[in-house]
């Protein structure tokens, strides 16, 4: 099934940089192989006609071998892609030195296509192995991971919405890495309210159409890597509707292809800028101007939303799995870091991992990571089985648990990110032992693909739609979970039971309200909601170990001190819009 072989060069620049950085970043295998069959549900999808293939030692085969690409030749770039970033000079984006090489070595092994059709050339795999493959990239380097991970959404939006000869001529390029991807819809007065955009699409007469517009924050919006970057562009064709109704979706190639696949001349666009940003710095982010640049229609005309949201929400499951792959590698250096360090009279190995305020650290960091990987990997199992059985419970639990995947994994990813700093002390303030990378690049993962704040307003906008009725069907069951818990661990079984209740009866109350008042509460609702769905997993790895264990300890760690916290959210979800604007914007500038 693999094509990969271990293509890493030897020697010069790349080995040097591997010397340079020396992470030793590991990819959690293990951990997630523990997560898919014990948690999240994934032997569901093996039970599905179209992924009866796809079992346990196909994943762990996969898993494996993505783990070795990941720690051995991917996260020796992680240091050097904030050191070395990418630039851009005579009007061409270079990028981190060593990411050519490690293109390379992704591309030979297949990986960009795992989860494609194998129509024209992908793997044909669940999607959650796919995100678990993205989740070891994102840990071992979080700027190169950006680049594959906006391939594969174009690749998903184009076989669904796409013609058939856009199809043929784009995804085999797009699944053998020769040529990548990206989304544009972001403009300088249009960010979040995508319907304010301005780009143009004018009709050529031949079936081609002249786009015309400039868009900003264009990840991998150009680079030498592949021969030729595909950018899908959001733009609006002549006399349509305002708003995201008259918004069309178009592919806009840097070169424009020949029937045969080869490259003709190049196309109106170009790079005026990169940014310069917190974190990611080995990202190339782009403003891309387009200037009468010829781009084909992707899916019916005032339909680009529709086709964009193919490719958006998968990424923002995505992001979610960044953060915790980030959490992860910040985990890793600060209990090796807090193993190693000796400071002043503490017992046992005299480092201060013995300290109780550093144990309490570490305890709440690997306990996030668990909680959130196994939301986030519940979200991905519910796309796949929403794909092979198209079932409308499946649909629903999907579409409830992104937006919940997409807010904690990437708080989380800030949350763990931020402690591993902390427990570095002075040194984790210092740019050169790398730490603070970790907080810098992730960042990012709460405000991009729709800040955590528009995640939440959906949330209890269009998710709870349904009267609650997927939230109710969660609910359900982590509570028929924690009444079998109650039996072998009461101490664990009853908190979360009652936790559940209290989000019920709070949910009873938010779907009650009007629009102004969920979403002046859409945050902690959806951080309680999690905060549950945490504890009912961790609930779950503790019943493997019937309560007894390291499992089942971080569980108690987890329940009997994070899980607390809904209480006090749920209560701020009471309190809905009331006092909201009793400052006026004069009291608030003043």
């Given at each position: 099934m693999f094509r990969f072989l271990g293509r890493l060069a030897a020697g010069g620049d790349f080995a040097k940089l591997t010397d340079e950085v020396g992470m030793s970043f590991r990819s959690p295998v293990s951990d997630v192989e523990f997560v898919l069959s014990a948690v999240a549900g994934y032997d569901d999808i093996v039970r599905t006609e179209r992924f009866a293939d796809a079992g346990f030692d196909t994943v762990a085969a996969v898993l494996g071998e993505a783990g070795k690409l990941c720690d051995d030749v991917l996260a020796p770039l992680h240091r050097a892609s904030d050191l070395h970033p990418a630039h851009l000079e005579n009007g061409v984006v270079h990028v981190t030195p060593g990411f050519e090489t490690a293109y390379e070595a992704f591309c030979d092994g297949g990986w960009i296509g795992l989860a494609a059709?194998?129509?024209?050339?992908?793997?044909?795999?669940?999607?959650?192995?796919?995100?678990?493959?993205?989740?070891?990239?994102?840990?071992?380097?979080?700027?190169?991971?950006?680049?594959?991970?906006?391939?594969?959404g174009q690749i998903e939006a184009l076989e669904v919405h796409a013609s058939?000869?856009?199809?043929?001529?784009y995804l085999p390029k797009l699944l053998t890495g020769e040529w990548s991807g990206t989304m544009n819809l972001t403009e300088p007065q249009a960010g979040s309210d995508v319907g304010g955009l301005r780009s143009k699409a004018v009709p050529n007469g031949d079936g081609t159409f002249a786009i015309s517009g400039q868009k900003i924050f264009i990840s991998w919006g150009d680079h030498e890597l592949a021969e030729n970057i595909c950018h899908l562009v959001l733009a609006r064709l002549p006399d349509a509707a305002t708003g995201t109704r008259g918004i069309s979706l178009f592919m806009v190639p840097k070169f424009l292809p020949n029937p045969d696949g080869t490259l003709g001349a190049r196309n109106s666009l170009n790079v005026v800028s990169l940014e310069h940003k917190l974190g990611i710095h080995g990202s190339p982010t782009a403003v891309m101007n387009y200037d009468g640049a010829t781009g084909w229609l992707v899916g019916p005309e005032n339909s680009g939303m529709a086709a964009m949201f193919t490719m958006m929400n998968?990424?923002?499951?995505?992001?979610?799995?960044?953060?915790?792959?980030?959490?992860?590698?910040?985990?890793?250096?600060?209990?090796?870091?807090?193993?190693?360090?000796?400071q002043g009279p503490v017992g046992g190995t005299g480092a201060i991992i013995e300290f109780e305020d550093v144990r309490r650290m570490l305890m709440g960091m690997k306990a996030e990571i668990f909680a959130a990987r196994a939301v986030c990997y519940a979200c991905a199992v519910a796309l796949d089985m929403e794909k092979a059985t198209n079932d409308a419970a499946w649909v629903a639990r999907a579409a409830f648990l992104t937006p919940i995947a997409k807010a904690f994994g990437s708080?989380?990813?800030?949350?763990?990110?931020?402690?591993?700093?902390?427990?570095?002390g002075g040194m984790g303030y210092v740019e050169e032992t790398g730490v603070a990378q970790f907080l810098r690049d992730a960042r990012i993962t709460p405000i991009y693909e729709g800040t955590n704040g528009i995640q939440a307003m959906d949330l209890v906008?269009?998710?709870?739609?349904?009267?609650?009725?997927?939230?109710?069907?969660?609910?359900?069951e982590v509570e028929v979970n924690a009444e079998a818990a109650r039996k072998v661990m009461p101490d664990l079984g009853e908190p979360v039971w009652s936790a559940a209740e209290t989000l019920r009866e709070t949910t009873e109350w938010l779907v009650s309200q009007d629009q102004s008042a969920r979403n002046a509460v859409a945050v902690p609702f959806l951080r309680a909601f999690a905060r549950?769905?945490?504890?009912?997993?961790?609930?779950?790895?503790?019943?493997?170990?019937?309560?007894k264990g390291p499992r089942a300890g971080l569980a108690?760690?987890?329940?009997?001190?994070?899980?607390?916290?809904?209480?006090?959210?749920?209560?701020?979800?009471?309190?809905?819009?009331k006092g909201l604007y009793d400052l006026s914007v004069d009291d608030l500038l003043a």
């Open positions: 059709s194998e129509t024209h050339g992908g793997m044909g795999l669940p999607e959650t192995v796919q995100f678990a493959v993205n989740e070891f990239l994102s840990g071992a380097c979080l700027s190169f991971q950006l680049l594959p991970l906006l391939s594969q058939d000869e856009i199809k043929a001529l998968a990424a923002r499951l995505a992001v979610g799995f960044q953060g915790i792959g980030v959490a992860e590698a910040a985990y890793q250096k600060a209990v090796a870091f807090a193993s190693e360090r000796k708080d989380v990813g800030v949350s763990v990110a931020d402690a591993g700093v902390q427990v570095h906008g269009r998710k709870l739609s349904d009267g609650g009725e997927a939230a109710f069907r969660l609910l359900d549950v769905l945490g504890a009912d997993a961790h609930l779950k790895a503790a019943l493997v170990e019937d309560g108690r760690f987890y329940i009997d001190r994070l899980l607390p916290e809904h209480d006090g959210l749920c209560a701020q979800v009471r309190v809905g819009d």
